[in-house]
């Protein structure tokens, strides 16, 4: 079955940088839209990231752009959210997320899930 693990969360001071990962498994992911949502205690869950596995072509919501950076590893099945200039408002659990076909900002019409990895930006 398909499997997505996330890791490499955790404490990160303000204006430090992390980088997450999504260990894709269980199918091809040719033609599907990986994403990245974040959820805050509180708060609903929130677009951050996607990127198409074929063409690579990145979106980002406006709040992350400049400061975070989606990419693939095709060769390892791999989806990676490089983040940068962290702040205390980026602290959520974040999750890995895919569809097939084109990225969407809607986190209802994802079809996998992961079990999130926790990211904290704190001092």
């Known amino acids: 079955q398909v499997q997505l693990v996330e890791s490499g969360g955790g404490l990160v001071q303000p204006g430090g940088s992390l980088t997450v990962s999504c260990a894709a498994s269980?199918?091809?992911?040719?033609?599907?839209?990986m994403g990245w949502f974040r959820q805050a205690p509180g708060k609903e869950r929130e677009f951050v990231a996607a990127?198409?596995?074929?063409?690579?072509?990145?979106y980002y919501t406006d709040s992350v752009k400049g400061r975070f950076t989606i990419s693939r590893d095709r060769a390892k099945n791999t989806v990676y959210l490089q983040m940068s200039s962290l702040k205390p408002e980026d602290t959520a659990v974040y999750y890995c997320?895919?569809?097939?076909?084109?990225?969407?900002?809607?986190?209802?019409?994802?079809?996998?899930w992961g079990q999130g990895t926790q990211v904290t930006v704190s001092s």
């Open positions: 997320a895919a569809k097939p076909g084109a990225a969407t900002i809607h986190h209802y019409v994802y079809n996998y």
């Open positions: 269980g199918r091809s992911f040719s033609g599907y839209a």
């Open positions: 990127i198409h596995w074929n063409n690579g072509d990145p």
